[in-house]
Protein backbone atom coordinates (compact mmCIF):
# COMPACT_ATOMS: atom_id res chain seq x y z
CA UNK A 1 0.00 0.00 0.00
CA UNK A 2 1.31 3.43 -0.96
CA UNK A 3 1.32 6.41 1.84
CA UNK A 4 2.07 9.82 0.66
CA UNK A 5 1.81 12.29 3.80
CA UNK A 6 -1.08 14.87 4.06
CA UNK A 7 0.14 18.31 2.42
CA UNK A 8 -0.40 20.96 5.19
CA UNK A 9 0.52 23.89 2.99
CA UNK A 10 0.97 23.53 -1.27
CA UNK A 11 -0.63 22.23 -4.38
CA UNK A 12 -2.00 19.01 -5.38
CA UNK A 13 -1.90 19.21 -8.96
CA UNK A 14 -4.39 16.31 -9.86
CA UNK A 15 -5.97 14.52 -12.85
CA UNK A 16 -2.69 14.74 -15.15
CA UNK A 17 -2.60 12.16 -18.40
CA UNK A 18 -1.33 9.13 -17.16
CA UNK A 19 2.79 9.73 -18.50
CA UNK A 20 2.78 13.50 -18.47
CA UNK A 21 3.59 13.78 -14.62
CA UNK A 22 7.29 13.63 -15.06
CA UNK A 23 7.47 16.06 -17.97
CA UNK A 24 5.76 18.56 -15.47
CA UNK A 25 7.97 17.53 -12.66
CA UNK A 26 11.05 18.49 -14.24
CA UNK A 27 9.33 21.12 -15.70
CA UNK A 28 8.50 22.84 -12.18
CA UNK A 29 12.11 22.27 -11.24
CA UNK A 30 10.79 19.13 -8.24
CA UNK A 31 13.23 16.83 -9.45
CA UNK A 32 15.88 19.51 -7.91
CA UNK A 33 13.39 20.92 -4.72
CA UNK A 34 14.78 21.46 -1.17
CA UNK A 35 11.41 20.19 -0.14
CA UNK A 36 9.06 17.74 0.08
CA UNK A 37 7.43 16.38 -3.68
CA UNK A 38 5.24 13.34 -4.78
CA UNK A 39 5.21 11.98 -8.17
CA UNK A 40 2.44 9.05 -7.98
CA UNK A 41 2.23 7.68 -11.29
CA UNK A 42 -0.67 5.30 -12.94
CA UNK A 43 -3.60 5.86 -10.29
CA UNK A 44 -6.70 4.50 -10.88
CA UNK A 45 -9.08 7.18 -12.33
CA UNK A 46 -12.88 6.78 -12.83
CA UNK A 47 -12.72 8.83 -15.33
CA UNK A 48 -9.69 7.87 -17.52
CA UNK A 49 -8.75 4.90 -16.36
CA UNK A 50 -5.16 5.75 -15.05
CA UNK A 51 -3.87 9.22 -14.23
CA UNK A 52 -0.95 11.21 -12.71
CA UNK A 53 -0.67 12.65 -9.84
CA UNK A 54 1.98 15.76 -7.85
CA UNK A 55 1.76 16.29 -4.67
CA UNK A 56 3.65 19.44 -3.13
CA UNK A 57 4.58 20.52 0.54
CA UNK A 58 5.12 23.77 -0.38
CA UNK A 59 3.74 27.00 -1.70
CA UNK A 60 5.02 27.80 -5.61
CA UNK A 61 4.35 30.09 -7.77
CA UNK A 62 3.08 28.17 -11.36
CA UNK A 63 2.55 29.42 -14.68
CA UNK A 64 -0.72 27.94 -15.20
CA UNK A 65 -0.91 28.39 -18.82
CA UNK A 66 1.87 26.25 -19.38
CA UNK A 67 0.25 23.44 -17.44
CA UNK A 68 -3.13 24.51 -19.39
CA UNK A 69 -0.57 23.54 -22.70
CA UNK A 70 0.94 20.33 -21.49
CA UNK A 71 -2.65 18.85 -20.34
CA UNK A 72 -5.94 21.10 -20.31
CA UNK A 73 -7.60 18.00 -17.87
CA UNK A 74 -5.58 19.33 -15.21
CA UNK A 75 -6.77 20.64 -11.88
CA UNK A 76 -4.61 22.26 -8.81
CA UNK A 77 -5.81 22.53 -5.74
CA UNK A 78 -4.26 24.90 -3.47
CA UNK A 79 -4.04 23.22 0.10
CA UNK A 80 -3.56 25.77 3.22
CA UNK A 81 -4.21 23.95 6.67
CA UNK A 82 -4.32 20.65 5.33
CA UNK A 83 -7.51 22.14 3.54
CA UNK A 84 -8.39 22.95 -0.37
CA UNK A 85 -8.85 26.33 -0.27
CA UNK A 86 -8.75 27.13 -3.70
CA UNK A 87 -9.65 24.37 -7.09
CA UNK A 88 -8.22 25.79 -10.11
CA UNK A 89 -9.42 24.12 -13.76
CA UNK A 90 -6.47 24.67 -16.69
CA UNK A 91 -8.28 25.65 -19.83
CA UNK A 92 -5.80 25.71 -23.23
CA UNK A 93 -3.81 29.12 -23.24
CA UNK A 94 -4.18 32.01 -26.53
CA UNK A 95 -0.80 31.78 -26.34
CA UNK A 96 2.74 30.00 -25.28
CA UNK A 97 5.32 31.41 -25.06
CA UNK A 98 8.86 30.24 -23.88
CA UNK A 99 7.90 26.52 -23.00
CA UNK A 100 9.41 24.48 -25.62
CA UNK A 101 10.88 25.36 -28.95
CA UNK A 102 9.82 24.93 -32.54
CA UNK A 103 10.78 21.87 -34.48
CA UNK A 104 11.10 23.12 -37.97
CA UNK A 105 15.11 23.78 -38.76
CA UNK A 106 13.80 26.33 -41.52
CA UNK A 107 12.53 28.49 -38.30
CA UNK A 108 14.43 31.76 -37.16
CA UNK A 109 14.18 30.89 -33.65
CA UNK A 110 16.29 28.15 -34.76
CA UNK A 111 18.67 30.33 -36.23
CA UNK A 112 18.15 33.56 -33.88
CA UNK A 113 18.64 33.22 -30.21
CA UNK A 114 17.25 36.19 -29.09
CA UNK A 115 14.02 35.18 -30.83
CA UNK A 116 11.82 33.37 -28.22
CA UNK A 117 9.57 30.44 -29.55
CA UNK A 118 6.01 31.76 -29.29
CA UNK A 119 2.86 29.46 -30.13
CA UNK A 120 -0.81 30.70 -30.85
CA UNK A 121 -3.77 28.55 -30.48
CA UNK A 122 -5.61 28.09 -33.42
CA UNK A 123 -7.82 25.44 -32.92
CA UNK A 124 -9.45 25.27 -29.60
CA UNK A 125 -11.75 22.52 -30.26
CA UNK A 126 -8.42 20.07 -31.65
CA UNK A 127 -6.06 21.70 -29.04
CA UNK A 128 -3.86 23.05 -32.25
CA UNK A 129 -1.08 25.67 -31.71
CA UNK A 130 1.13 27.17 -34.53
CA UNK A 131 4.50 28.86 -34.55
CA UNK A 132 3.99 32.94 -35.00
CA UNK A 133 7.14 32.52 -36.96
CA UNK A 134 6.81 29.55 -39.20
CA UNK A 135 3.58 28.11 -39.39
CA UNK A 136 4.55 24.72 -37.79
CA UNK A 137 1.24 23.07 -35.63
CA UNK A 138 1.96 21.37 -32.13
CA UNK A 139 -0.64 19.78 -30.71
CA UNK A 140 -1.64 20.48 -26.83
CA UNK A 141 -1.57 17.98 -24.01
CA UNK A 142 0.92 16.24 -26.44
CA UNK A 143 4.55 17.81 -24.57
CA UNK A 144 4.76 19.99 -27.71
CA UNK A 145 5.16 17.86 -30.84
CA UNK A 146 4.99 19.06 -34.05
CA UNK A 147 2.06 17.64 -36.41
CA UNK A 148 4.31 15.11 -38.92
CA UNK A 149 1.08 15.13 -41.52
CA UNK A 150 0.30 19.00 -41.25
Same mark, same amino acid.
Given at each position: ?????????????? @?? *?????? !??? !????????????????????????? *???????????????? =?????????????????????????????? !????????????? !??? @? +?????????? *???? =? +???? +?????????????? =????
Amino acid at each position: MLNVDTIKNGLVID @HI *KAGLGW !QIF !QWLGLDKAPFCAALIMNVPSKVSGK *KDLIKIDNAMDIDFSV =LGFIDPNICVNIIKDEKVVRKINMELPTRV !QGVFNCKNPRCIT !QTE @H +YVKPNFILTD *KKNG =L +YCCE +YCDTLYKAGEGGKA =LESI
